[in-house]
């Protein structure tokens, strides 16, 4: 399982209202929170866009942090206080958040900083009828030289908004479900096609309905770069009716055309394990999960076979499940279809799995993919850096297996006027001097 998917769904129980906080109310810190669109009143299912403004009659002597959703998974910062609270729960109890990523800080004063998000990503409503909201933030920090870190946690408390929830009719939720699919479907053509697409993703997580929950487990191919699966993962392991989920994986994991990857496997087993189900019992049920997928595989065809086929070794390489021969057939099929992997999963083999599939029949491959170049606009972007971490650890097993036939390669990377590699690269040539770049160096 890939990292990211482990930090996700990893964590302790979290309630409706995430962990309460345990940071006094600072009076000095302002939070107004707010409708974004003004909206008042919502169908069960639509999204509900907040907006939060952080401000302090006090100039810079607070710092707010600025993270918002990622793919880690939703931020555990703020906590959401409905009442009544008995028509809505959490869609993802089993789910702790997390308060990682990447983010900024910014100082307080008069005027708000705003943080946008969905109450949908920790509010499903279950029930129509009139409720008041009130949020309370653990997002701001207040400077203390007595502390290590240089700041204390204090908690900001919202005034209270209304919101009232109206029950969906089927018209509503065809025409949502069929113009977020519409426009998941068209050409894309710009870059801001990605905002709209990663919007139309959340439309369906939210949606709650049986065709938007197929929708997802259909879109979720392990293909994606920019984090959509992810999206479609929330929603399918959210989505209330879990036999109806497991019913849907099941069906796409038969489909000969679909790729089925380690967050799909994951979810399969979510939504076919009991929620309250022990480690081992859960370990038996990804098993079984493993073994759907290898009845899968001899019917799978082209992209699907290869993304399957890697989920199938890896998984078998992680539970230690599989004969020998089994896991060395396996291997020897993926082999054969590297090049046909996503780019991810090259990296991840000749990265984490390197151990496990050595061997000399995979020169030819490894020097291809050392040898390959591709300039990009900003390689500190992704895929540039992928790419050139896929190139350095092919660079390094080449020459792990034919030191004398890589040498020439890594020459030439030196002497490249723009290195793709760092020393930590190329720096295990055993030369002590090396005259072929001294022209280059000189």
């Known amino acids: 399982m890939r990292l990211v998917a482990l930090l996700l769904f990893v964590g302790i129980a979290a309630g409706q209202t995430c962990a309460q906080s345990t940071s006094p109310v600072d009076p000095n810190v302002v939070l107004t929170v707010a409708i974004a669109n003004s909206q008042r009143e919502f169908r069960i299912g639509e999204i509900i866009p907040l907006q939060l403004g952080f401000s302090s009659p006090v100039k810079n002597h607070y710092e707010l942090n600025m ?117 998941l479907d068209a050409p894309r053509s710009r870059e801001a096609d990605q905002s709209e697409r990663k919007q139309s993703f959340e439309t369906l997580r939210f949606l709650g309905t049986a065709d938007a929950m197929r929708e997802l487990v259909k879109r979720m191919r392990g293909e994606d770069s920019d984090g959509n699966d992810y999206i479609c993962m929330l929603g399918i392991i959210s989505f209330p009716e879990r036999s109806l989920a497991r019913t849907a994986l099941e069906e796409a994991l038969a489909d000969p055309n679909h790729p089925i990857d380690s967050n799909f496997l994951y979810v399969l087993t979510t939504a076919s394990a009991d929620t309250n189900a022990s480690n081992e019992n859960r370990r038996e049920t990804q098993q079984r999960a493993v073994e759907q997928l ?60 390197w151990e496990k599939i050595k061997s000399s029949a995979l020169l030819p491959i490894l020097k291809r993919y050392a040898q390959s170049y591709q300039d990009f606009p900003e390689m500190r972007a992704e895929p540039a850096y992928t790419l050139r971490q896929l190139s350095a650890n092919a660079l390094r097993h080449w020459y792990e297996l034919d030191p004398a036939g890589a040498r020439t390669a890594i020459i030439t990377e030196i002497s490249r006027p723009r290195p793709r590699f760092d020393a930590r690269v190329l720096g295990f040539l055993p030369d002590k001097t090396l005259p072929e770049v001294d022209f280059v160096l000189g």
Do not use: C
């Open 67 to 183: 993270a918002q959703y990622d793919r880690i998974g939703r931020m555990n910062y703020e906590q959401f206080n409905l009442s009544p609270s008995g028509g809505a729960v959490d869609p993802l109890p089993n789910t702790a958040g997390s308060m990682g990523g990447l983010t900024s800080f910014k100082l307080l004063n008069t005027e708000p900083w705003t943080i946008k998000l969905n109450l949908n990503e920790w509010v499903r409503f279950t029930q129509p009828g009139e409720y008041r909201l009130i949020i309370s933030s653990n997002r701001v920090a207040v400077r203390d030289p007595a502390n290590p870190s240089g700041t204390s946690a204090v908690t900001a408390r919202s005034n209270e908004i209304t919101l009232k929830i109206v029950k969906p009719d089927r018209a509503w939720q065809k025409r949502i479900f069929t113009n977020a699919v519409a426009k």
């Open 294 to 353: 290898l009845a899968a595989l001899p019917a799978k065809r082209d992209k699907a076979l290869s993304i399957s086929l890697s989920t199938a070794l890896n998984q078998a390489w992680d539970l230690n499940s599989l004969p020998q021969q089994t896991t060395e057939k396996l291997m020897g099929q993926l082999v054969s279809l590297f090049d046909k992997l996503p780019l991810h999963e090259q990296n991840t083999l000749l990265s984490f799995r």
